[in-house]
């Protein structure tokens, strides 16, 4: 299970004040022998609410040191793909958050208290919506099964300093120093190593069979699992460092067997049904193609290869809005939007219709069209995330600045952990010559990027501004000032 990773493959500078906090954490509650217990072992050792505390840090830490994607429809179907999976994964607490990088590598992770990413290079990987689930509710079990606390617990017996060895270690992998990170963990376990690899293959066996009864309870193919990790296997067999994925989530045959077998043996009692045909969902070919145009070179080849292969399949709607997607690159974009309304009868989700017809339309400057059709959409459903966002940035584009900065505003309240929400929020703030709110917008994206010294500066900036008009406000700003500092000096302890 990988919790922290830097996108340059180095290690995360912040990472060393992390790994305080956690043996702070984790020390104190060890101690603490005396608390009762929650349900499990690993309770006593890290509760859910620390763990919680523990996924805020990581949190943090994730959004300074990786980039993550800025594609709306993305991010949203990627958002309620999850929340749907997550009501068959038997879930003790809500997902906090849902991450997707900005990363073509195939990589997905789970931490503490409730967060799940994905690169896109998963979706690039996945070849359809059955194999993407398998990796994510594979994820899912790791945090349902709570296997941070329990890999915790396996350590109590260990020594504060080995301890200490095998925190670091553990964020030095989850960095990207993948050597790095297993030359330290070999050398804090010395005589224990095999138990704790034994533990973690372990734990990654259970990831499986858990997230295999997922897929069941879900109503997708339970096949796709071992057939995604033996795609994973042939594809990197020969390479010299294989993607983050598979140096987290170590494959072998044994568990490709494993998953094989268990999916075989949901069709025993009617064996007929393990030939059944698993429709894919369009949509995710659509996400798919979007993470495939995004790290495309070169939109006008794009156009050709989806023109040649449209020759073979005409009626194909991923082609199709694949192409559209190339035509909008290269500028053409009356061809671009007749392709994209000639979806709207097949494309099931109205919003991701709409918004990407919306998108090519500000694409094209149509923006009294973009935002006619945005405002429809968004009477229909009021405050929706992509919806939201590309009205703004019609609105932007419009030089509507007073207008996108309330739409951005309210939209922060419903994702107040969106840094891309609170990014533009700023921008916008700025070009409709509103200083205060510039500050107030750019302390909390520093705030959530881990960076508390700089919020505070920003909250200090907001706070000399509207002392004389605003004294509601600048009592509000002064608490959070005094907050955060406390928030540091923990931190320093």
Not at 21 to 36: F, R, V, W, Y
Not at 209 to 237: C, H, I, K, W
Not at 310 to 327: E, F, H, K, N
Request: hydrophobic share 40%; proline share 4%; net charge neutral.
């Amino acid at each position: 299970m990988r919790y922290c990773t830097n996108h340059s493959g180095g290690v995360c500078r912040p990472l060393g004040k992390l790994a305080s906090l956690l043996l702070c954490l984790i020390g104190s509650t060890a101690a603490a022998q005396d608390l009762p217990s929650l349900g499990d072992g690993a309770s006593r050792i890290v509760s859910p609410q620390m763990e919680r505390r523990i996924g805020e840090a990581f949190l943090r830490q994730l959004h300074a040191n990786l980039p993550i994607t800025e594609d709306v429809l993305v991010q949203y179907y990627v958002e309620q793909h999850m929340q749907s999976l997550a009501q068959h994964a038997q879930m003790h607490e809500a997902l906090q958050s849902i991450i997707v990088v900005d990363n073509p590598e195939i990589n997905a992770f789970a931490a503490p208290g409730g967060i799940v990413g994905i690169n896109l290079g998963l979706l690039l990987y996945a070849q359809d919506i059955h194999e993407y689930s398998s990796v994510v509710a594979h994820e899912f079990a790791h945090i349902s099964q709570r296997h941070f606390a329990r890999g915790i617990e396996e350590r109590q017996a260990s020594s504060v300093p080995m301890l200490a060895s095998m925190i670091a270690a553990l964020l030095v992998g989850a960095a990207g120093g993948g050597e790095a990170g297993m030359a330290a963990m070999s050398a804090a376990q010395a005589a224990g190593q095999s138990n704790q690899l034994r533990f973690s293959r372990e734990r990654e066996s259970e990831a499986d069979r858990v997230g295999l009864n997922t897929m069941r309870r879900a109503n997708l193919d339970p096949n796709a699992m071992s057939r995604m990790f033996e795609r994973m296997q042939n594809a990197y067999r020969f390479t010299s460092r294989p993607p983050e994925f598979l140096l987290t989530h170590p494959l072998s045959e044994t568990r490709i067997s494993d998953a094989r077998n268990q999916a075989r043996d949901f069709f025993s009692d009617n064996p007929q049904s393990s030939n059944r045909n698993w429709p894919d969902q369009l949509e995710y070919q659509l996400v798919r193609l979007r993470a495939k145009q995004h790290f495309s070179k070169s939109p006008k080849a794009d156009v050709f290869d989806y023109q040649e292969r449209l020759q073979q399949t005409p009626d194909d709607p991923a082609l199709q809005y694949g192409l559209a997607l190339a035509l909008a690159k290269t500028n053409e974009h009356d061809r671009a939007l007749q392709l994209m309304r000639g979806l709207g009868a097949k494309i099931s989700s109205s919003i991701f219709f709409n918004a990407s017809l919306a998108e090519l339309m500000i694409a094209a400057q149509q923006l009294d069209a973009a935002q006619t059709l945005l405002q429809q959409q968004l009477e229909i459903y009021p405050d929706n995330f992509p919806l939201t966002m590309l009205y703004a940035q019609a609105l932007i584009a419009d030089k509507q600045y007073v207008a996108a900065e309330s739409v951005l505003q309210t939209q922060s309240k419903f994702r107040p952990l969106d840094t891309n929400v609170w990014f533009l929020l700023a921008e916008t703030a700025g070009l409709a010559s509103n200083i205060t709110g510039v500050h107030l917008a750019r302390a909390e994206y520093f705030y959530l990027h881990g960076a508390l010294h700089r919020a505070i500066q920003h909250l200090e900036y907001a706070q000399r501004l509207v002392r004389k008009s605003n004294p509601v406000l600048e009592t509000k700003l002064a608490q959070r000032i005094q907050d955060l500092r406390t928030s540091i000096r923990m931190q320093n302890s």
